[in-house]
């Protein structure tokens, strides 16, 4: 995910709209509609350009009103508490008299929205709004306080599952629009809770979709309609009242709203809550393909028409595209009818599937259009992750080593397609920190031994018996480095 879009506020581009911190609790209004009114006092009859004066009282009345009766009491205020520890300014006397203060601790609260999706007070948001959260709590519309429990939450797609105990009281829930089946020009209506002031309503219309240059998963609707921060995990509904979006992200150089938010299509919504309750945690299915976007000149070397589509640049071993026959340099232009724009626009569209559903991707081979069925399968823990925490007398005493399969980088946000052996975690002040060792370092050779997995890399450091010898290389970030080999001495 592009590390920039979740700056809560400053001149970044574009800005979470939900986790606004708060000193303090914030008072619960009840939700008023600042929305505009289906039909202006004066309007345009179709087929004219002539403003006239509305003839009847019904005209006058037009009003969201009932779509707001109807989904606000689904949507709540979502609260993530956490302790912050700081030490104390030091002195001159500290400094003197070798004394420091004791850390000191303070709450840190943060504020966004969330949408009950079940009766039974299931609750989506997004995942920065629970990030961090020592103790979670969920205010309703009628402002009663339930502690929440976090089933889940997925990062990459900003989703989070939370549940409360309703005591077996059945609670007002929005319907997810599970088929997506949403058009530019749609009006819409966001729900949440913007600054802490109280539950807002406002208007707009879906002014694009399919916005994939905001994060490296997601394909988001974008509306016009005003979110600000505090809005985060809130609702966008359509007029029949269903929930077609989780408002996520705002663009904006002040950080106020300047009428282009974008929210979590329900399709994709619909399938995290799924799987957070049947998985009991965040699964996507994936292709199994290292892919990228087409430009013009790449589109015209392969004989395509326009730049579209994700080319094949790397395939994973017994993954769904290597098991359904799709090759390197294959051009995907569509998954399950919906056609694919470039490599964010693919990852969504298989994120949005079932696990084992069975689908068919329409592809660019041999200067002409295919079909091929795959069959969409979630990543594998393959090999086993084996984590092992090193300590002796040698230069990577204090790691811990894990093996890499495409399930752990999912869930450390490192390529899918690495594998080898990764330090997961180092200590302070040991013999891996000194040496510079770092999370997300991958292990090459040991004393000349390429490293295949996290047993042979700790066989490997017992059996050196004169560390003086030993010698490491390391994989950061693409570039191959050779590590000098520093040691603690060893304690009598």
């Not at 779509?67 to 993530?80: E, M």
């Not at 089933?151 to 599970?178: F, Y």
């Not at 004989?303 to 790397?314: E, K, N, T, V, Y």
Request: hydrophobic share 40%.
């Amino acid at each position: 995910m592009k590390k920039f879009i979740y700056t809560l506020l400053g001149s970044a581009a574009i800005l979470a709209c939900g986790t606004f911190t708060i000193a303090s609790s914030q008072s619960q209004t009840q939700p008023q509609s600042s929305a505009s009114p289906l039909v202006e006092p004066s309007f345009v009859m179709p087929g004219t350009t002539k403003r006239i004066i509305p003839d009847n009282q019904a005209q006058v009345q037009l009003s969201y009103s009932p779509v707001v009766k109807q989904t606000a009491p689904a949507v709540v205020n979502v609260y993530s508490s956490r302790t912050v520890r700081s030490r104390g300014r030091s002195d001159f006397f500290d400094f003197m008299f070798g004394t420091r203060q004791a850390p000191r601790e303070r709450m840190q609260n943060s504020l966004g929205s969330g949408v009950i999706v079940r009766e039974n007070g299931v609750i989506v948001t997004n995942a920065h709004v629970v990030k961090g959260g020592d103790e979670l709590k969920v205010v309703l519309n009628d402002r009663r306080e339930f502690i929440a429990e976090l089933i889940a939450q997925d990062e990459e797609t900003d989703i989070a599952v939370l549940r409360i105990d309703t005591k077996g009281e059945r609670l007002p829930a929005l319907r997810v629009s599970a088929s997506g089946d949403v058009e530019i020009g749609d009006i819409v209506l966001a729900i949440g809770n913007p600054f802490g002031v109280g539950q807002t309503v406002t208007s707009g219309i879906i002014s694009a979709l399919g916005r994939t240059n905001v994060t490296d998963v997601s394909s988001f609707i974008q509306t016009d309609a005003a979110v600000n921060p505090g809005n985060s995990g809130g609702a966008l509904v359509n007029l029949s009242g269903e929930l077609i979006g989780v408002n996520t992200a705002i663009f904006s150089r002040s950080g106020g709203s300047n009428g282009i938010g974008f929210a979590i299509p329900s399709v994709l919504v619909a399938r995290a809550v799924d799987s957070a309750l049947s998985e009991g945690r965040i699964v996507r299915p994936w292709l199994g393909a290292r892919t990228q976007g087409l430009d013009s000149n790449m589109a015209a070397a392969l004989g395509l028409d326009r730049a579209r589509g994700a080319i094949i640049s790397d395939i994973y071993p017994n993954g769904p595209a290597d098991s359904g026959g799709l090759k390197e340099r294959d051009v995907i232009l569509s998954v399950d009818g919906k056609a694919v724009n470039d490599d964010s626009g693919l990852k969504f569209q298989f994120a949005t599937l079932k696990k084992n559903q069975r689908t068919n991707i329409r592809i660019w081979r041999d200067g002409r259009e295919r079909t091929i069925s795959i069959l969409a399968d979630i990543p594998k823990e393959s090999p086993k992750r084996d984590e092992r925490i090193i300590d002796g007398y040698n230069p990577l005493d204090g790691a811990t080593l894990v093996n890499l399969s495409p399930v752990l980088a999912e869930e450390l946000g490192v390529d899918p397609y690495l594998s080898g052996v990764m330090i997961s975690k180092t200590i302070r002040r040991s013999a891996a920190s000194a040496n510079g060792l770092r999370p997300g370092d991958i292990l090459v050779e040991l004393n000349g031994k390429v490293v295949t997995s996290t047993r042979q890399a700790e066989t490997e450091l017992n059996r050196v018996k004169a560390p003086e010898d030993f010698d490491m290389s390391i994989d950061r970030g693409g570039r191959i480095f050779d590590v000098p080999a520093r040691y603690w001495p060893q304690e009598n």
